[in-house]
């Protein structure tokens, strides 16, 4: 349960209604998609109603993406066909599917970086008069959807200074703004905090209400159970099931999605260390202004620190200061050498701290380069033959590092973009395997990938800290996978830290870190202050 949707415990927004579907308005039938010798799907039929919301579940490369391109114009089917509100689609033309009133929202974002929030929303459908932009025009109406979705987001704002939840938000409106017939939502939620996830939600109840029909492609199985009225589960390029959502529960689809049961290293927390290991970081009064206020706290190596919090709360900012991508202030001790905080990456990485960040595509990744150049950027110069780099050394390098990740050695040459979300977050560990840093910091490391892969991120997180000795901080909004993963737990709110919680020895569960996050108070008086928030 992550903490946006555990929140409607404590929140009285309605839930998204039940419609009765008003008919089919797209058929994908015997669909097959081909890349050379590799079979991304493989006679997939599928239909959507009008007035429906039909989840599409699966694995990364399960061929839930691919299905949506060849929808959206974006991938051209290598067999099969496509009828969409009475006409055929051929595929390959993004044009030929927006003119039959099919928009895509995918999870990979697609801003125009250097250009303004209002400027990005009416892309390809700006209002003219007499053959000219009606800027005022365009303006106003950009205001009106802001007002519409509660939406705090300045109309000259350059898209690249705007967090990737303002963005995320931008795509959404820029969907409606275009009054598609037929929405097809990639991953809508994942970098939405509860209040923008709820207008979400609404926005889709709207949209049900008036007759669109919706694709919604979410590797969140309880928001996918809550917002759809159907369900097709993918695996490996194929439809294995599609049956009413009142037919599945969350088993019943990892069972599908897997072919088995969710690995049973996810299934219990981490055993208690045998003995108490050193003190590996001390932080003391670390603070960046106006987001976070002067936090302590320590990791051993070898242990495992969860933060929990909501967005906004100071999780990320937390990790930026230690990672030296925020003006911060106060103390930071690695192995019983305290200094400044850091105030740049390179000092960072000098103390031997290391983050995954949030961003992985943006902020992470070289996408155009190589996987294997990817996994050695942490540490270029242990690859370097009297300053030569040779492909045989770079290639050597990183397969010794993504071994134990289970990344496919076979796709070292393959440009990062290719790879599916989870593959791409194995680069990220399997860089900082081959750089040896003391601290590892991830900031939401299963964000957007499947069940499968997070089992093995988190698995390998903790194998990094066990086996390695190191520290590792991650950050993550799914609460169950902090309490499997996590020695111990801080719970960040408003910038401050406001709680800790040994997951060994303290009576801890998902309720708990909920109450510390959204500051409800226990006992008689908290089950009275909770019933008048609610």
């Known amino acids: 349960m992550s903490l946006t949707d555990a929140h409607r415990d404590f929140d009285k927004s309605k839930p998204v209604a039940e419609t009765r579907p008003q008919g089919i308005t797209i058929m ?83 801003m125009i970086p250097a250009r303004t929030a209002c400027e990005n929303v009416f892309l390809g459908q700006c209002p003219s008069s007499l053959g000219l932009v009606d800027y005022r025009g365009m303006r106003k109406r950009f205001l009106e ?50 209040n923008e996830r709820r207008k979400l939600l609404e926005l889709i109840n709207q949209m049900k209400a008036q007759g669109t029909t919706m694709a919604f492609v979410s590797h969140h199985l309880d928001e996918v159970l809550e917002v759809c009225e159907r369900i097709t589960v993918f695996r490996d390029g194929a439809v294995v099931a599609s049956r009413p959502r009142s037919e599945w529960n969350k088993r019943q689809l990892v069972h599908e999605m897997l072919g ?15 003995r108490t290991p050193r003190e590996l970081l001390k932080v003391r009064d670390l603070a960046v202004p106006g987001l976070l206020y002067p936090v302590s706290l320590t990791v051993r190596a070898g242990e495992v620190l969860g933060v929990a919090g ?38 960072s990485r000098a103390m031997g701290i290391a983050l995954i960040p949030e961003d ?68 990220m560990l399997g860089r900082w395997h081959h750089a040896r840093p003391r601290l590892l910091l991830a900031d939401e490391p299963t964000r957007g990938i499947d069940i499968g892969a997070k089992t093995e991120i988190l698995a390998a997180l903790r194998k990094s800290a066990l ?39 303290d009576q801890i569960d998902v309720k708990t870190l909920l109450h510390s996050a959204f500051a409800v108070q226990t006992g008689e008086h908290g089950a009275e202050q909770m019933q008048k928030e609610s």
Not at 367 to 391: E, K, T, Y
């Open 28 to 110: 994908a039938t015997d669909i097959t998609k081909q890349y050379g010798a590799v079979q991304a799907l493989k006679g997939v039929s599928v239909d959507f109603h009008a007035g429906e919301v039909h989840g599409l579940v699966g694995e990364n490369g399960a061929g839930k993406s691919t299905f949506l391109g060849i929808l959206a114009g974006r991938v051209a089917p290598t067999s099969g066909s496509v009828t969409a509100f009475g006409k055929t689609i051929l595929g390959g033309s993004p044009r030929e599917s927006r003119a039959v009133g099919i928009v895509a929202i995918y999870q990979e974002l697609t």
């Open 310 to 347: 909501l967005v906004g709360s100071g999780r990320t900012s937390l990790m930026r200061a230690l990672a030296g991508l925020e003006p911060a202030t106060g103390w930071v001790e690695i192995d019983g050498r305290e200094q400044g905080a850091p105030r740049t990456p390179r000092a």
């Open 145 to 194: 959807l802001c007002e519409k979705f509660d939406v705090r987001i300045a109309p000259d704002a350059r898209t690249d200074g705007l967090p990737i939840a303002d963005q995320q938000l931008l795509e959404i409106m820029r969907a409606y703004q275009s009054s598609a017939k037929a929405v097809l939502f990639d991953e809508p939620t994942a970098s939405l905090g509860e």
């Open 260 to 274: 088995n049961e969710l690995d049973s290293t996810l299934q219990q927390r981490p055993a208690k260390p045998s």
């Open 467 to 505: 086996e390695d000795g190191l520290a590792v901080v991650i950050v993550s909004s799914e609460l169950e996978e902090l309490l499997v993963v996590s020695d111990r737990i801080i719970v960040m709110r408003d910038g401050h830290m406001v709680d800790e919680r040994d997951c060994h020895n």
């Open 360 to 427: 992985r595509k943006g902020q992470g990744l070289v996408l155009g380069r190589p996987s294997a150049s990817n996994v050695i950027l942490g540490d270029m110069p242990a690859v370097a033959r009297l300053g030569i780099f040779q492909d045989r050394n770079i290639l050597a390098a990183a397969k010794a590092a993504v071994a134990e990740y289970g990344f496919d050695p076979a796709r070292l040459r393959t440009p990062a973009r290719d790879l599916s979300g989870g593959n791409q977050q194995k680069l």
